[in-house]
Nanobody, 118 residues
């Protein structure tokens, strides 16, 4: 059964840290680039960070550069997002996203809420 299951969201104070995890099943994880998107009500979903299928290349939104780190463990079928120095504007639902390098198939997780209180 194909699944992307996120965890690690929650409530944190400004300046705090959280680590999100997304564990995949039902497809060949190592053949998929993985990303974290985030969405605030009333706004479009935006890319926060992306990591290539082998993990050698990463990309970040300007708004999170230097504070967030995306990584993956292909042996565990899991992608992580380490979020440091959190700001109120980081409050959003964070979604895990997979896109096949060759197949171009796309999968989304159900989302996890991150709330940063000031």
């Amino acid at each position: 059964q194909l699944q992307l299951v996120e965890s690690g969201g929650g409530l944190v104070h400004v300046g705090g840290s959280l680590r999100l995890s997304c564990t995949a099943s039902g497809f060949i994880f190592r053949l998929y680039a993985m990303s974290w998107y985030r969405q605030v009500p009333g706004k479009e979903r935006e890319l926060a960070a992306r990591v290539s299928s082998a993990g050698g290349s990463t990309n970040y939104a300007d708004s999170v550069k230097g504070r967030f780190t995306i990584s993956r463990d292909n042996a565990k079928n899991t992608v992580y997002l380490q979020m440091n120095s959190l700001k109120p504007e980081d409050t959003a639902v964070y979604y895990c996203y997979a896109r096949g390098d060759m197949s171009r198939r796309e999968y989304w997780g159900q989302g996890t809420q991150v709330t940063v209180s000031s």
